[in-house]
C-alpha cells in the first residue's frame, strides 16, 4: 500500500464527507432551534435523491440545476411538517416526538418502495467518469462538484444563521425561548422556518449524494443513523461541529474500506459513535452539558 | 399505576378476570380449532407480545427508550444456535449463557449510558448502534454463517422434545403463551413490589427519585439486564422454531421497531397493553396481507405503511394507547387498566 493509495482514499472520503455534513447540518439545526430529533431525515434525503433521479431521467435535468426544484421542495414539506406534525408535539414527551418522527420515517420508507421497488437507481451524467488528476493524486468530478456545492450550501447556511434578521430571530428562539416570546417574535413561524431550511439542506445534500451513490428504499434509515453519528459525533447542537464530523466520518468510512473491508466501513462509525458516548458524551466539539 | 384499589369496581374487576381467564383458555385450545396458516399467525403474535412486554418493561415501566432490541433476540438466537449446532448443546440448557450473555451486553450498554446520564434519545441512538454493530459484526463472522446465513438442522418430529426444542408447531404457540402469562405474572408481582415503585419513580421524574434515595443507577440497570434476558430467550425459541438466521433478518433495524409497535399500540406502562396491540397488529397486519394477495397488489412495503400509519395515528390522537381507552370503555376499575 503506498502513500498516494492512501491518500487518495483520505481525499475521497473527505469529499463525500463532506456531503454527509450538509445532512448532517439540516439535523443539527432542528434540533439545536426546535429541540426535537428529527428521526425522518435520512429518508427526507432518499427522497430527494429519488426527486434528483426522477429529474434527471424524465427531464435530462443535471442533479447540480435540480438542486433549487427539489430544496423548494423539500423546504415547503419541511415547513409543513413543523407546523401540521411537529408543533402539536412541542412540549409533549419526547418519546412521543421520537415516535411520531419514527412513523413518519417508516412511512417515507416503506412509500418510497411501494413507488420505486427495491432496486437501486442511480444517476449517470456525461461527466460520470470524468477525474482531476494533481499529481499522483487523482479525484472524480462528480466527488468534487458535489463537495463543492455542500461547502458552499453549509457555509450559506452558517451566514444566514450569523448575518441575517431572520436567522438572527430563529438563534434567538434556541438561546432563549422565553425572551423571544417577550419581544414579539413569532415562534411558530420561525419554527416552521427553521424545520425547512433543514429539509432544505437536506434536499440540496440529496441532490447531490444522488451525483455519488445509488439511492434505494433501505439507503433512509442508514443515513439517519450516520447523520446522527455526525452530529453526535460533532456535538450536537453545534453547526461547526456537525461540518467536522462530517468530514470525520467520511475520513472514517474510507479508512475503514482500505482496512477491512467496504461492507464494515459503517462498523468503524459506530464504534466510534460509542467511543465519544463514552469518553466525551458532549461530542468533540460541543460544549459540556446542554 | 396504582396499587389494589379496594371496594370501588371489586364486580367489575371480577368480570374482568373471568374475561381474561375465559381469553387465555380460548388461546389454550386455539390449536385445536385453528389451520396451519392461523396457527403460525398466532405464534407471530405472542412472540410480540411476549418481546412487546420485555420491552414494555425497560420503557414503559422504568423509562429508558431502547431501539435495538433485536439485537437480545438476536444474541439469544444465535448464542443457543450455536452452542446447539457446533457444541451439540440443547437449548434448553444453552438458553442460560444466552440470556446470560443478552444480559451482560444489556448491562454494558446501561453502564456506558448511565454511567453519564445518557438519558432519551441519546441512548435510543446508543441502543441502535450496538445493534447495528453486531448486525455488521455478526455478517463477517464465518462461524456464525455470516451473510450466507446461520442453519439449524431440520426435523419434521411430531413428537416433542422439549430439551432440544424440537416439536411440531403447536409446540412452539405454548411455548410463547407460557412464556407470555408468566411474564404477565410476573410483570404484575414487580410492578406491586419495591422494584417496580423504583421504576415508576425514575421513569417519573429521574432528579426527584434520586432526591428520595433511590439508587437510580442500579435500578435502571435491573431494568435492562431482565428486559434483554426476557428478550433473548424469545430470541431462542424463535431460533429453534425457524431455523434460519440471517443477520440483517434478526438485527435490521426494522426488526427494533417491530418489537416497539405493540406496546406503544396497546398503552406504555400498562400490563395488558402489550398482548392487546400485539393482537390489534396481528389481526390488522395479517389480515391486510390475505385482502392485498387477493386483490392481486404486491405486498412488499404496504404492511409496515399501515403499520407505521396506525402508529401515527395512535401516538397522535391516543398517545396513552388501546388499552386504557378500552378498559375505560368497559367500565374496568384502575387496577386494571394500568
Known amino acids: 500500500m503506498t502513500w498516494d493509495i492512501v491518500a487518495n482514499i483520505l481525499i475521497g472520503g473527505v469529499l463525500t464527507g463532506l456531503v454527509y455534513a450538509l445532512m448532517a447540518l439540516g439535523l443539527s439545526v432542528i434540533f439545536g432551534v426546535i429541540r426535537v430529533v428529527n428521526f425522518a431525515h435520512g429518508e427526507m434525503t432518499a427522497l430527494a435523491m429519488y426527486a434528483a433521479v426522477l429529474l434527471f431521467e424524465g427531464g435530462r435535468l443535471d442533479p447540480v440545476l435540480s438542486i433549487p426544484l427539489v430544496a423548494g421542495g423539500l423546504f415547503v414539506l419541511g415547513y409543513i411538517m413543523q407546523r401540521r406534525l411537529v408543533e402539536p408535539f412541542i412540549g409533549r414527551p419526547e418519546h412521543e416526538q421520537f415516535i411520531l418522527l419514527l412513523s413518519v420515517a417508516v412511512i417515507l420508507t416503506n412509500g418510497l418502495l411501494i413507488a420505486f421497488g427495491p432496486d437501486a437507481r442511480g444517476i449517470l451524467t456525461d461527466y460520470s467518469f470524468d477525474s482531476y488528476a494533481f499529481g499522483p493524486i487523482i479525484v472524480d468530478k462528480t466527488r468534487v462538484i458535489a463537495a463543492a456545492g455542500a461547502l458552499v450550501s453549509a457555509l450559506g447556511l452558517l451566514a444566514f444563521f450569523r448575518y441575517s434578521r431572520t436567522g438572527k430571530a430563529i438563534r434567538a428562539c434556541s438561546d432563549n425561548l422565553l425572551g423571544a416570546r417577550v419581544v414579539g417574535l413569532n415562534v411558530p413561524r420561525l419554527y416552521g422556518l427553521t424545520f425547512g431550511l433543514g429539509a432544505a439542506a437536506v434536499g440540496i445534500a440529496g441532490c447531490l449524494l444522488a451525483l455519488v451513490i445509488d439511492v434505494l428504499p433501505p439507503l433512509g434509515p442508514e443515513l439517519t443513523l450516520l447523520a446522527f453519528i455526525i452530529v453526535i459525533v460533532g456535538g450536537l447542537g453545534s453547526m461547526t461541529g456537525a461540518l467536522l464530523g462530517g468530514i470525520l466520518i467520511g475520513m472514517s468510512e474510507a479508512i475503514a474500506g482500505l482496512l477491512f473491508t467496504p461492507s464494515m466501513k459503517s462498523m468503524l462509525s459506530f464504534a466510534l459513535l460509542i467511543l465519544v458516548l463514552a469518553l466525551r458524551p458532549q461530542g468533540l466539539f460541543g460544549k459540556r452539558a446542554l | ?338
Request: glycine residues 12%; without cysteine.
Open chain 2, 1 to 338: 399505576m396504582s396499587g389494589r384499589v379496594l371496594s370501588a369496581g371489586e364486580g367489575s374487576s371480577t368480570r374482568a378476570r373471568i374475561a381474561l381467564a375465559l381469553f387465555f383458555a380460548a388461546l389454550a385450545i386455539a390449536p385445536f380449532l385453528v389451520g396451519d396458516f392461523l396457527l403460525s399467525v398466532l405464534v407471530i403474535i405472542l412472540y410480540f407480545a411476549f418481546v412487546g412486554q420485555a420491552w414494555n418493561l425497560m420503557m414503559g415501566y422504568a423509562g429508558q427508550l431502547s431501539l435495538g432490541h433485536a439485537l437480545y433476540v438476536g444474541i439469544g438466537a444465535y448464542a443457543s444456535a450455536a452452542l446447539f449446532v457446533h457444541f451439540g448443546i440443547p437449548p434448553l440448557i444453552g438458553a442460560l449463557p444466552a440470556m446470560a450473555l443478552a444480559a451482560l451486553v444489556g448491562a454494558s450498554i446501561g453502564l456506558l449510558a448511565f454511567r453519564f446520564r445518557i438519558g432519551g434519545v441519546y441512548f435510543a441512538l446508543l441502543t441502535i448502534a450496538f445493534a447495528e454493530f453486531t448486525r455488521i459484526l455478526v455478517s463477517h463472522i464465518g462461524w456464525l454463517g455470516a451473510t450466507e446465513g446461520f442453519f439449524l438442522p431440520i426435523e419434521n418430529r411430531t413428537d416433542i422434545d422439549l430439551v432440544a426444542l424440537r416439536g411440531p408447531p403447536h409446540m412452539f404457540y405454548y411455548i410463547f403463551l407460557v412464556l407470555t402469562g408468566a411474564a404477565l405474572l410476573a410483570i404484575r408481582r414487580i410492578m406491586d413490589s419495591r422494584l417496580g415503585y423504583y421504576w415508576l419513580a425514575i421513569r417519573e421524574d429521574e432528579t426527584a427519585a434520586e432526591a428520595a434515595g433511590i439508587n437510580i443507577f442500579r435500578y435502571k440497570m435491573i431494568a435492562v439486564m431482565i428486559s434483554a434476558g426476557m428478550t433473548a430467550l424469545a430470541g431462542i425459541v424463535t431460533a429453534f422454531y425457524y431455523n434460519n438466521l440471517f443477520p440483517t433478518d434478526v438485527f435490521g433495524i426494522h426488526r427494533s421497531i417491530e418489537i416497539i409497535l405493540a406496546p406503544i399500540v396497546g398503552g406504555l406502562g400498562t400490563l395488558f397493553g402489550p398482548i392487546v396491540g400485539a393482537f390489534v397488529l396481528g389481526i390488522l397486519g395479517e389480515g391486510l396481507t390475505i385482502v392485498l394477495d387477493q386483490a392481486g397488489i404486491a405486498t412488499a412495503g404496504v404492511k409496515h405503511l399501515v403499520y407505521a400509519v396506525f402508529l401515527f395515528l395512535i401516538v397522535r390522537f391516543l398517545p396513552g394507547g388501546l388499552w386504557p381507552w378500552l378498559a375505560a370503555r368497559l367500565g374496568l376499575d384502575r387496577d386494571w387498566r394500568a
